[in-house]
């Protein structure tokens, strides 16, 4: 048997093992406790150490710093005739390449959207009803995988039906499993592409950094300083220079955010004081994606261009990822019914 037959066996045998874990423990479930404005059942039963004022504030702030983060996005996203010394290149393996541009625009959207699940989650706290805004936020994570995976394009229709699929296999489920399955099943999915987004970025961070310390010996860098002034075509914000690709480190350091915020809360649900904490990463990991646009479109590099480079993407990788996405967002569901 090959290694990689190997590997899937071990792979399947460990999440096997997770799933049938679950059988051992006969964890009490809660009763859910009703959402203040629309009595509907919510996703959590009554909160210890949980003071509504602070929740509140926490969650005002993150709704705050998410649409102003979208906007600026957007706003920087939107600039037309971009100079070519701040545009970023997306280059896979085989020496393709395309303007970062779509991808940029799917992070700014990613925060917008985000910011609408964060309107809906004041009024209508976790549960079946707020699922059908939380989904907007998952989309956008889907999306960007879907983006990296083609290359910073779409590339074909699978893209849109791909997302059609997913809405309506997660959003069925949703309304078809009783509590607490169908909070699980949401946080699941939502822990999965959390994990992939996550390994996804460092894996492109760690191919760029490789990639430009070999091209550093293979091209000079700027000398000529009035290649950095700015000119009346260009944006009014002076340029910048960066030591690319250290911008890119924002990605795995926000997704990282956005995993602590999702997962530790879920590994003790009824601690009310960790979903002020949740608020408080969301409040660092927007605006943490919106400041890697940022740099993106306003810097430039000593570098002739900026580049990104896309790791290997084949069949094989793909399904590294998903199953250790899969296996980890398992584990912190395991942990929640110890």
């Known amino acids: 048997m090959t290694y990689r037959g190997c590997a899937v066996i071990t792979y399947f045998v460990v999440l096997i093992l997770l799933l049938l874990s679950f059988g051992f423990s006969k964890p ?3 009763a859910a406790e009703p959402s203040r404005f629309t009595g509907y059942p919510t996703w959590h039963g009554r909160l210890d150490h949980f003071d509504q ?5 926490s969650l005002i702030f993150l ?9 600026y996005s957007l706003k920087w996203t939107s600039t037309r005739d971009l100079p070519k010394k701040y545009v970023t290149y997306i ?3 085989n020496g393709s390449r395309i303007s970062a541009t779509w991808f940029n625009k799917a992070i700014a959207y990613y925060i917008v959207f985000t910011s ?3 309107i809906a989650l004041f009024y209508l706290d976790t549960g079946k009803l707020w699922s059908t805004f939380g989904i907007l936020h998952n989309i956008w994570e889907v999306c960007i995988l879907l983006l990296l995976h083609q290359g910073g394009k779409i590339t074909s229709s699978f893209f849109f039906a791909f ?3 997913y809405v309506f296999i997660v959003t069925l489920l949703d309304i078809v499993l009783s509590w607490p399955f169908d909070a699980v099943w949401f946080k699941v999915q939502g822990l999965c592409s959390d994990y992939a987004l996550f390994i996804v970025f460092v894996r492109i961070y760690l191919a760029t950094r490789e990639y430009v310390k070999e091209q550093l010996s293979a091209q000079l860098p700027i000398t000529n300083e009035d290649d950095l002034s700015p000119s009346d075509e260009e944006p009014s914000v002076s340029p910048k220079i960066i030591q690319h690709p250290n911008q890119i480190l924002l ?3 926000a997704s990282f955010f956005h995993i602590l915020g999702n997962s530790i809360p879920t590994l003790s649900p009824t601690d009310g004081r960790l979903y002020v904490f949740f608020n408080l990463t969301y409040s660092i990991a927007l605006p943490a994606y919106a400041l890697y646009i940022y ?4 810097c430039t590099s000593i570098l002739h261009s900026k580049r990104i480079l896309l790791p290997d993407t084949s069949k094989w990788k793909v399904f590294l990822i998903t199953i250790w996405s899969i296996i980890l967002s398992i584990i912190i569901i395991r942990g929640a019914f110890i």
Do not use: M
């Not at 709704?63 to 979208?70: A, E, F, K, M």
């Not at 740099?295 to 306003?298: G, K, Q």
């Open 28 to 30: 009490t479930i809660p």
């Open 53 to 57: 004022q602070t929740y509140d504030t």
């Open 63 to 71: 709704i705050i710093t998410s649409i102003l983060s979208g906007y």
């Open 91 to 93: 280059y896979q393996e």
């Open 116 to 118: 609408f699940a964060g």
């Open 163 to 165: 997302i059609a699929f």
């Open 251 to 253: 990605l795995p350091f």
């Open 295 to 298: 740099f993106d479109t306003h």
